[in-house]
């Protein structure tokens, strides 16, 4: 076991995260306390939130070896946006959340650093205040809740909001609400008031993504297929399969998943429709994988 701890004292810290996910899945990794009362995140979860975190990162156009600046205190959302960014190749940036706004400034411009997580509305506060002198920094990003609770900021709906936050001075709208009629809302009032924007939402799922089409978000991104696809990765890697074939296999489904999302879209409002192109796609995949089945246990010459 000492031997196994020694080895890893060499890895970097995202791949020793991957390693504890793996090994302790289900042990405590972090506690972070709320309202009083201490929450656990496992290793399992610690990882999946990084990765989830990094791939909105690529989603958003982060280029290895960018810069993620993380204005925050002490909190798993922070531990999150550094290993996540670490993850796909980004270095990450603290900055002291005591350090008034041109302290940040001074930080931020150092850097140059496209992307700021902030953790909270003080937060926030100090980057909007600053970013008209900062033109490198394409996106804002509200590390916790506070920040964007509808209660305690506003429904992010609501045009003066949007204003206020200078929305007509962004590239890119992140919009990851956990209501998807408020989601959907949102997108079409951005997508009107701001058509320059480019969007890019989250969605709970097929039927979500397809109203969301429907208003032309540029990139939608289903809350579950990222993770989904990892843990059928891996239980073929547990059921014998090589890595790189269980890979292969895994790209194969995705991609044959988002070719049936757009044929799905066009007749979504038709469930006769709807369920018969299910159908097909599944026999379609059905064939697929025997093809390539066939392939690897037939005899080469």
């Not at 995140?41 to 690529?58: D, I, P, S």
């Not at 994988?289 to 080469?300: H, M, Q």
Request: hydrophobic residues 45%; aromatic residues 6%; negative net charge.
């Amino acid at each position: 076991m000492n031997e196994s701890i020694d080895a890893l004292k060499d890895l970097p810290l995202p791949q020793q995260l991957l390693h504890w996910a793996k090994v302790r899945p289900d042990e405590v990794a972090l506690r972070q306390k709320e309202f009083g009362v201490w929450q656990p995140v496992t290793w399992a979860e610690y990882a999946r939130q990084a990765r989830w975190f990094g791939l909105g990162l690529l989603q958003l156009g982060l280029a290895p070896g960018q810069c993620v600046a993380v204005l925050s205190e002490n909190c798993r959302e922070w531990a999150y946006a550094e290993l996540g960014t670490a993850l796909v190749g980004g270095i990450t940036a603290g900055v002291y959340p005591t350090s008034p706004e041109h302290e940040v400034e001074y930080l931020l411009a150092l850097a140059d650093a496209p992307i700021i997580v902030c953790e909270d509305q003080e937060q926030l506060d100090k980057v909007l205040a600053i970013r008209p002198r900062l033109p490198q920094l394409r996106l804002v990003v509200a590390g916790h809740a506070r920040a964007l609770h509808l209660e305690t900021f506003g429904d992010p709906s609501r045009p003066e909001l949007l204003r206020a936050a200078r929305a007509d001075q962004a590239e890119v709208f992140v919009l990851a609400t956990d209501d998807p009629e408020v989601n959907i809302r949102t997108a079409r009032i951005v997508r009107r008031m701001f058509p320059h924007l480019k969007i890019v939402a989250r969605a709970r799922n097929r039927q979500h993504a397809f109203r969301l089409m429907d208003l032309n978000v540029d990139d939608v991104v289903r809350e579950t297929l990222h993770s989904s696809l990892e843990m059928a990765r891996l239980a073929l890697e547990e059921l014998g399969i090589e890595p790189a074939t269980a890979a292969e296999r895994v790209e194969k489904f995705r991609v044959h998943d988002a070719e049936l999302l757009k044929t799905q879209y066009l007749v979504y409002d038709d469930d006769a429709a709807l369920m018969q192109g299910a159908k097909e796609a599944f026999v379609d995949l059905e064939r697929l994988f025997e093809a390539d089945t066939n392939s690897e246990t037939s005899p080469r010459n």
